[in-house]
């Protein structure tokens, strides 16, 4: 089993930035993929950014320029540094790990709890 908490979410002005941050327990994950989602209200959730185990990255159309994914494998921990934040960032925010999944929610295992996120004008 994995566990996967999230931390670093809050308010945040538009045009600012936050740094998100997943550790995991439980099992190392340095051979999972680390993914990042978010789901705002009243819409379904979606994909964010993924790093492999390899170190390949992949963003939304919507977050590419803007955000950036990385990833510790010796302290087991996943990052997500927003910049520019936009009012359609407003969500909360998952991550996620899988040895296989990159882009597709249903194909990853395990899941943080999820933290909001929440950009102000």
């Known amino acids: 089993q994995v566990q996967l908490v999230e931390s670093g979410g809050g308010l945040v002005q538009a045009g600012g930035s936050l740094r998100r941050s997943c550790t995991a327990s439980?099992?190392?994950?340095?051979?999972?993929?680390r993914g990042w989602f978010r789901q705002a209200r009243g819409k379904e959730r979606e994909f964010v950014a993924v790093?492999?185990?390899?170190?390949?990255?992949d963003y939304a159309d919507s977050v590419k320029g803007r955000f950036t994914i990385s990833r510790d494998n010796a302290k087991n921990l996943v990052y997500l540094q927003m910049n520019s934040l936009k009012l359609e960032d407003t969500a909360v925010y998952y991550c996620?790990?899988?040895?296989?999944?990159?882009?597709?929610?249903?194909?990853?295992?395990?899941w943080g709890q999820g933290t909001r996120v929440t950009v102000s004008s």
């Open positions: 996620a790990a899988d040895n296989n999944a990159v882009r597709s929610i249903v194909a990853y295992d395990y």
């Open positions: 790093i492999t185990k390899s170190g390949s990255t």
């Open positions: 439980g099992r190392t994950v340095s051979s999972y993929n």
